[in-house]
Each structure stands twice: as structure tokens, then as C-alpha cells.
């Protein structure tokens, strides 16, 4: 008889594309532990999240709500929302959620609700990624003045552009040149120490433990041992703060930026074995207080990250290709179910009622999407489109006008995917069969059936989202920015 577990573990770790775990095909070892665990999981080959970036995706995962649908200007989890933690904590679990300092799922946007334990590790008042130490007000002022007269010159720019990244890097170089000072986000194993605290006293279960790790996010400063580990050992602090710097240049080009690609996907690729180390850490834990047999384990990305495939770097919310929402999904049942790969398109609006069906309990109304257990775990394939979208060019939702802006809604059904950018009123075919890398959209006239029943696809679930708007749900939401915009206003200085 198959043993039903008692627990759930979910982790998400941030920017993790699916084509960067061995258990889906790479090469480089950064997951050996996860890999170790596909061969009693279901693994998920296509897993598509609800959004691109953090902000776009996570309502679907903990709330199986897509992201736009209480309105383009509506961020986070709504205040009551039903939610995976809520739904579990109604049923009597201990409920935790650890996340490693992104602003952008913190109580600010309503992400500890439903968590007896919630722990965002951000500094009070914390509401946007830490940015690089500025120069000082005049020499900052002195050097706009002298970019703006270089800019002036033909063939003066570039020349003063690299000069002047040089200079930056010269005066930074004797600061804060180890690993550990330049990382801007607590590493995996920190974050695991508190969850570890945290089952020191709740493993008896039932329990449900979220993680969020950041650790493959940029800027990329992993942990020397990671390093060593996927064999890119011996950088330095400052090498890779050279490496984030340059990877980060506004006024270079893909050309000279693909100079320093692959040393940049290695101290990415460290990023993602460290959290695969501190997952292996937890689970042996977990075997030690007798708990890892009643638990279930999924384990994801909120969406990926792109290294110039499509001529942009990290995951601005400007295009939804593959390598930006193609995310990897393990799911271990219990030591008692077979593997099994999945190659259906598995939307992550799906994930939160599957976890709940694992556990042999019923997703709420509220949720949008529906259980794919039965049909995972029985072999059985599956036909439903895959949604995906964002605001265009929303890159910082903290502002709330940045956040009306024409979306980007991406449909996939089998092989076709079609994307239409609302901004430019285009739309692009891909058949990802014949072409993966999404280089050669299909012209009008060709597979003029698949892009028809796209479209009317992607025409419904506009439909669909407007008219089951949450109006309660969305009004409460607003009053929330509202209060947080007023109490910002009286604590700021005149």
C-alpha cells in the first residue's frame, strides 16, 4: 500500500532555468543531490511558470492565481487570499516560510500570510534589491558632466566609457573583496540553518515548510565551495565582482558582453549546486528526526534567466522566452512512488492543488487551477493550454505607475507556442519541436490551424481573467499599497 505523506516542503529558488539542472539534460554538475532524488520523483520536463519575473510568478505557485488577475496593478497575494500556507494551516499543519531578503515576497506585498513562522530576512523598511555603494553627490555630478561632454565626441564615448568602469573597478577593488561581504542576499545554508531550527521543533508534523532561495540570482557571488565543486574553483572576490560589473553594463553590447558569458554562467552555475548542497542538508536532517519518510518535496524556480540567447541578460519583464519561464519541477511523493517523467506542459497555476492532492486534500474554489496527480503519478498525458504573462516593462513594481503598462501573454498548447506583446501589437509563432532556441517565428500563412486555436485560447483566458476579477479582493489590495504609500509619505523627511 502506497504510504500517503503528512508533510510538504516546497522550495523555489529564484532565476533557476530548467535547462541548468542535471536531472533535465546539463551537463555541468550543479544539482548531483536532486539528481539522486529524480529517480523517486516525478519530474516534470516542462514546467511553464504563471509569470516572469519573481513578482508575475509566485501568486500562481502559492496561490494558483495568475499574477494580472485582480489587475495590472495589483501586486502580491491579496490580503485573506487563500493560499497553499492558509489551506494548510485550516487543517491543522505548522506552517513556516523562510526567504532569502527578496523585496519582492515580503509581508509588504502579503506573502507571510497563513506562515505561524515567517521569516523574509529583510531589514525593516527593506523594499528594493540593495544597489551598488554611489559616488559621492559632486563626484557624481562631475562625472556627468564629463560623460555628457565625451558623449558629445564621435568615437569618444566607448573610450570613456570602458576608462571609466576601469577607474570603478580600480577604486572598488580593495572593498569588501571576499565572496561572503559582496553577496547582497543570505546564502542557502543560512537560510537552511533557521528552517532547521524551525523542524527542531515541528518535524512530528504535520507541517509546511516554504523556502526561498536566492542564491543563482545576480549579482553572482557564490560560495568558494560551489565553485570548487562544479570545477570553476580559484576566482576571487574580485575577479567576480569584475565579472557582475561588466555583466552589468548598460552601454556594452552582446558582442563584447559574450566575451564573459561563460565565466558568468559558472558563478551562476555555482549558485544553484550551493542551494543543491543545502537541500541535501536539509533532507539528511530530515532523515535524522525520522520525518523525511512522511514528507513530500517539490522543488522549483519562480522563473530563469536569460545569458544573452536572445540578446538580454537577468529577467526583466520584456520578453517570455524559454529560458526566461521554462523552470524545472521535482516532486517527491514519498520513497514509495515510482519515477516517472513528465513531457505534457505543466502550468504552475496547477502546482498548489497537485501539492494539496499529494497530501489527498481538496484545493479551495478560489484556486484557479486543478490537480494533475493523478494523471502525473498514472502516466497519463493531458491537454490544456499553458498561460504565461506580465506587465511590459514593469521592472519595478514598488512604483505603481510603472505597473500600468501593456501586457505579454504567452500560449502554449503541444508543440506551438504563441506570444503576443500587447506593447507592440505583434504576435510570434514558435513551433519549440522543430526550433527550441524560439529563433524562427512560423510565418502567417504557415500551421495557420495551431495559431488560430491559440489565439482563441489565449482571447478566453482574457475573457476569463476579467470576468472572474475578485473585486473584493482587489480593492482590499489597493487599500493596502494605499496605507503603506501614507505611512512612507509621514516617516520621509520634507
Known amino acids: 500500500m502506497i504510504r500517503q505523506p503528512q508533510s510538504l516542503i516546497l522550495i523555489t529558488i529564484d532565476c533557476l532555468r530548467a535547462d541548468h539542472v542535471g536531472f533535465l539534460g546539463y551537463q555541468r554538475p550543479t544539482t548531483p543531490f536532486l539528481d539522486s532524488l529524480a529517480g523517486e520523483s516525478l519530474i516534470f520536463e516542462n514546467a511553464i511558470a504563471a509569470g516572469a519575473p519573481t513578482y508575475y510568478s509566485l501568486p500562481g505557485i502559492l496561490a494558483s492565481r495568475y499574477a494580472l488577475a485582480l489587475g495590472r496593478d495589483v501586486l502580491g497575494i491579496a490580503p485573506d487570499e487563500e493560499t497553499l500556507p492558509s489551506v494548510l494551516k485550516g487543517y491543522g499543519f505548522q506552517t513556516a516560510g523562510f526567504s532569502a531578503a527578496n523585496p519582492y515576497i515580503s509581508a509588504r506585498f502579503g506573502y507571510e500570510q497563513g506562515f505561524d513562522c515567517f521569516l523574509d530576512f529583510l531589514e525593516s523598511g527593506a523594499t528594493e534589491f540593495p544597489q551598488e555603494n554611489s559616488p559621492s553627490s559632486f563626484r557624481a ?22 576608462l571609466y568602469f576601469e577607474y570603478c573597478q580600480q577604486i572598488g577593488s580593495g572593498q569588501a573583496a571576499d565572496l561572503d561581504l559582496l553577496r547582497r542576499f543570505p546564502s542557502a545554508d543560512v537560510v ?6 524551525w523542524l527542531n521543533e515541528h518535524a512530528d508534523g504535520p507541517f509546511f515548510l516554504w523556502l526561498h532561495l536566492m542564491d543563482p540570482h545576480a549579482p553572482y557571488y557564490p560560495k568558494p565551495e560551489a565553485l570548487q565543486a562544479i570545477g570553476h574553483g580559484g576566482v576571487s572576490g574580485q ?7 561588466f555583466w552589468a553594463r548598460g552601454d556594452v553590447g552582446p558582442e563584447r558582453l559574450r566575451r564573459k558569458r561563460d565565466e558568468v554562467i559558472g ?3 555555482a549558485g544553484i549546486c550551493w542551494a543543491d548542497t543545502q537541500i541535501r542538508r536539509l533532507t539528511e536532517r530530515l532523515v535524522d528526526l525520522n520525518a523525511w519518510d512522511q514528507c513530500a518535496l517539490a522543488v522549483t524556480a519562480d522563473h530563469g534567466e536569460e545569458f544573452l540567447e536572445h540578446g538580454g541578460r537577468f529577467h526583466a519583464p520584456l520578453k517570455l522566452t524559454e529560458e526566461l519561464i521554462r523552470v524545472p519541477l521535482l516532486l517527491r511523493a514519498g520513497g514509495d512512488h515510482e519515477s516517472r517523467r513528465v513531457a505534457a506542459p505543466f502550468g504552475m497555476i496547477d502546482l498548489a492543488p497537485t501539492l494539496l492532492d499529494v497530501l489527498g486534500l481538496p484545493a479551495p474554489a478560489s484556486f484557479h487551477g486543478r490537480s494533475r496527480w493523478l494523471q502525473a503519478a498514472g502516466g497519463k498525458e493531458w491537454e490544456k493550454p499553458v498561460f504565461t504573462e506580465c506587465v511590459r516593462g514593469c521592472s519595478n513594481p514598488l512604483f505603481t505607475e510603472k505597473r500600468i503598462a501593456p501586457r505579454i501573454l504567452a500560449v502554449r498548447s503541444g508543440r506551438h507556442k504563441l506570444v503576443l506583446d500587447f506593447a507592440s501589437n505583434s504576435e510570434h509563432l514558435f513551433d519549440l519541436v522543430s526550433d527550441p532556441g524560439e529563433r524562427k517565428p512560423l510565418n502567417s500563412t504557415e500551421t495557420v490551424i495551431n495559431r488560430k486555436e491559440l489565439l482563441q485560447h489565449a482571447r478566453k483566458h482574457l475573457v476569463e481573467s476579467q470576468k472572474s476579477r475578485d473585486f473584493d479582493r482587489r480593492f482590499e489590495s489597493q487599500l493596502r499599497d494605499l496605507r503603506i504609500e501614507w505611512a512612507h509619505s509621514a516617516t520621509s523627511p520634507n
Open 141 to 162: 555630478h562631475a562625472n556627468r558632466a564629463l560623460a555628457a561632454a565625451c558623449h558629445r565626441v564621435p568615437g569618444l564615448a566607448r573610450i570613456y566609457d570602458d
Open 192 to 197: 537552511v540553518d533557521h528552517a532547521l531550527a
Open 239 to 245: 575577479q567576480a565582482r569584475y565579472l557582475n560589473s
Open 267 to 269: 558563478l551562476y552555475d
